[in-house]
């Protein structure tokens, strides 16, 4: 019974509960409610840190997991026979339980076989159809052929990844994306801090959803499409797809989506990606830049970046002789003169005209980030 109440302390805690002790005994000098609350926490402090004496299960049926320990070797070795891994090596891509393409196959074929029945019957004449066919149809094949598209088509559209690709590894986006990112960072760090090339760009950012589903691909979609019309057409390309099946095709499938761009968007997003909400949209993309900025000492910014062809353009800049700065803007010579003598009459310098044309272009607000010299610890994980 001591032992429950009063477990062993592990070494780390020692320092902790004295702290604790300190604190307390210094809040009841001056008041006896935060005594008591410290004295609370004490007691909490001295659980967190408590080390009993651990009794594993001693039954072969059960698979034990230290909470601690050090580990004192590495070997490949084959997967446990009670799990039916004995053949999986280290790097194979274990397919995980659900409905495979020849589980699914199955249903299809049953499907197929009273699709035929029902076509023998349609050729037989009227007179050779009996009450028994009628019934059977009635009774038996109507209920099944329902059951069975309703089935396949919900496993189906439930993860039509995991359908389309079993074996892909990091079928998680959000994994693939942090893994490829962190690699482009790390070769980026390497490129300016190490080979220290003059060309090497000093930050890094990746393009918005609005730009690759809008400008790039012409998706429909984009992360502030509303539930009603996802669902609509998620209905749709189920409904398609059962339709499909009772002509009796003989490769049904669902069709793309009508909304690309709502998964494009929800990657990629950007400054101006909305939610279905209204607000900011934080796309999987700008969370992994964001967590990479704030471990790798540098911060996640907005980025104008050109999003067209450079259009010459002339223009009359007046510059401030003195600093070099630009003070304004005329379409003509003679306004830009006017402006130049408006400075000089409120402000006083000496200005000039710059006729030299100039390029512009259409920008877009992107997320990025400046590449940090502790960024080249990435480049020893992913070189």
Known sequence: MIDILFPRLHKEGYRFLAIAGIVTFVFFLFSNFLGIVSFIMTIWVYYFFRDPERFPVNDDSYLLSPADGVISQIVETKGPSELGLENIRPGSVFRPIGKTKEELMTQYNELMSMQEQLTALAQQPAFAITPENVNLYRDTIKGRQTEIL???????????????????PMKDRLQYADALSKQAIAEAAYRLFVEKDPNAPK????????????????QAGRASTSIAERKADKQSRIDNFKEAIRRGESNPTIQRSGLPGVGTDEFYGGPLSKSVEGGHYTSTMESIFKKIAQQYGSKLEIINVAASEPRRVTSYRIINQDTGAEMGRGETYRQAERIANDLVDNEGGRYTIDSKPIFEYDTRPIFGM????Q???????YK
């Open 370 to 373: 400046e590449i940090t010299p």
């Open 375 to 381: 960024m080249l610890q990435l480049f020893k994980a």
């Open 203 to 218: 930050y890094i950012s990746f393009m918005s959803g609005e730009v690759v589903a809008g400008d790039a691909y012409s």
């Open 150 to 168: 309703d089935e396949m088509s919900e496993n189906i559209s439930n993860d039509l990844v995991s359908s389309l690709y079993p074996d892909l």
